[in-house]
Nanobody
Framework: QAQLVESGGGLVQAGGSLRLSCAGS????????VGWFRQAPGQERDIVAAIAWSGGGTYYAASVKGRFAISRDNAKRTVYLQMNSLQLEDTALYYC?????????????????WGQGTQVTVSS
């Protein structure tokens, strides 16, 4: 059974950093694009970043470009989201999702597998 598990969330002060991990099991992880999405209370789930199954293409939301970096280690079946210069507005529940042989789409509808999420809270 395919499963994605996020970790690395927590409470951090504004300006700080966190690294989220998305570990996959039960699927050929190297064949899947992975996207990171986030959802704040009362808001829609939005794309944060995505990486193609080949690792050759990435996508970043404008709000995180230059601050966040997505990467993957297929040997560890893990995709990372390095988040630097965190801002109050980055507070949300962060999800990872996987799409078979995807190119790193920002559209949530194309992702077939989702994790349960990890909370990121940025304080002032």
């Amino acid at each position: 059974q395919a499963q994605l598990v996020e970790s690395g969330g927590g409470l951090v002060q504004a300006g700080g950093s966190l690294r989220l991990s998305c570990a996959g099991s039960g699927l050929t992880f190297s064949r899947y694009a992975v996207g990171w999405f986030r959802q704040a209370p009362g808001q829609e789930r939005d794309i944060v970043a995505a990486i193609a199954w080949s690792g050759g293409g990435t996508y970043y939301a404008a709000s995180v470009k230059g601050r966040f970096a997505i990467s993957r280690d297929n040997a560890k079946r893990t995709v990372y989201l390095q988040m630097n210069s965190l801002q109050l507005e980055d507070t949300a529940l962060y999800y990872c999702a996987a799409q078979y042989q995807g190119l790193g789409s920002p559209k949530s509808a194309v992702y077939g597998y989702w994790g349960q999420g990890t909370q990121v809270t940025v304080s002032s």
